[in-house]
C-alpha cells in the first residue's frame, strides 16, 4: 500500500486531495490521507462520531454507494503550528433546486506534519441553521 | 491582562480549565485560554461558526445570560503532534428530566502550543442524533 500513497508536503494539498477523492469517490485514495493513528475521528454532518480507520472507511463506501459527492471547499479559515494546521471551511453542497437551502454545511479539518507527509486527523462536519454567512474572497487562502 | 492569564503546560491542562471557566460562567478566564490569533473559531451546536475573539466572546457572554452551562467532557479521543492536541469529546450536558435524551453533543477541541502555554484555537461542537454510544471508561485519558 506504502507505495501508492502520496506525500503531502502542505496541509492545502491534503486537503485539496481530501476533496478531489471524495469528487471521484476514490475510497482508497481517500483512506490513504488518514493518519495512522488509531484516534483519528470522522463526524458526518448530524452524525455521532467515528473513530478509526475501519469505521471511517465503512462510512465513506456506504455514502459513495449512495451516490456521487459534489464538494466545494469555500471561505478557509486557519491557525497553523509547526506540525499542525486546523482549516475551517463552508462545504459548498451541489444541490438540485429542491433542495433546502436554508441550511449549510461547516467543517473542521485537521492535519498533522508526519513523516508520511501531511495527514489529516480530525474531519468534523455539522449542519448551522441558515444559508452560509457571505465572507469577502481572499484568493490567498482558497485552494 | 497578559499577567492574569496562566500558563498551560499541556493540552488537558487548558482543555480543564475551558470547561471549568464554563462551569463557572467566567468569561475572562474562558477567553485568557484561546490563542492570540484572528482565525480561531468556535462553533456552537446547530449554528453557524464564529471567527475571531470579538465574536466569540460576544456568543458566550450571550450564553452565561441565560443560565449556567454544566458539560462534563468524557470519552475523549486525542492526536498529537509535538506542538498540537486534537480532543474529541462528547459533551455530557446536565439535564432535566424533561430534556430530550435522543441527542448528544461531539466536540472537537483543538490546542496549540504558543508562547503562552497550550491555547486552544478550535472548539467546534455538533449535535448527533440518539444517546451517546457507551464506551469502556480509559481512566488514563481522562482528566
Chains 1, 2 share one sequence.
Request: proline share 5%; glycine share 4%; charged share 20%.
Amino acid at each position: 500500500m506504502a507505495r501508492k500513497k502520496h506525500l503531502y508536503n502542505t496541509a492545502q494539498q491534503a486537503e485539496a486531495a481530501f476533496y478531489d477523492a471524495l469528487a471521484r469517490s476514490d475510497l482508497d485514495a481517500l483512506m490513504a490521507l488518514w493518519a495512522e493513528d488509531d484516534e483519528i475521528v470522522c463526524i458526518h454532518p448530524g452524525a455521532p462520531r467515528l473513530v478509526g480507520h475501519d469505521a471511517i472507511r465503512q462510512s465513506w463506501a456506504a455514502i459513495f454507494e449512495r451516490g456521487n459527492v459534489h464538494i466545494r471547499p469555500v471561505q478557509l479559515h486557519a491557525s497553523h503550528s509547526l506540525t499542525s494546521a486546523v482549516h475551517n471551511i463552508v462545504e459548498e453542497v451541489q444541490r438540485t433546486p429542491r433542495d433546502r437551502q436554508d441550511i449549510h454545511i461547516v467543517a473542521t479539518n485537521v492535519f498533522i506534519k508526519t513523516a508520511q507527509g501531511w495527514r489529516i486527523v480530525t474531519h468534523h462536519t455539522s449542519i448551522a441553521s441558515g444559508q452560509a454567512p457571505a465572507e469577502p474572497l481572499n484568493p490567498a487562502l482558497l485552494h
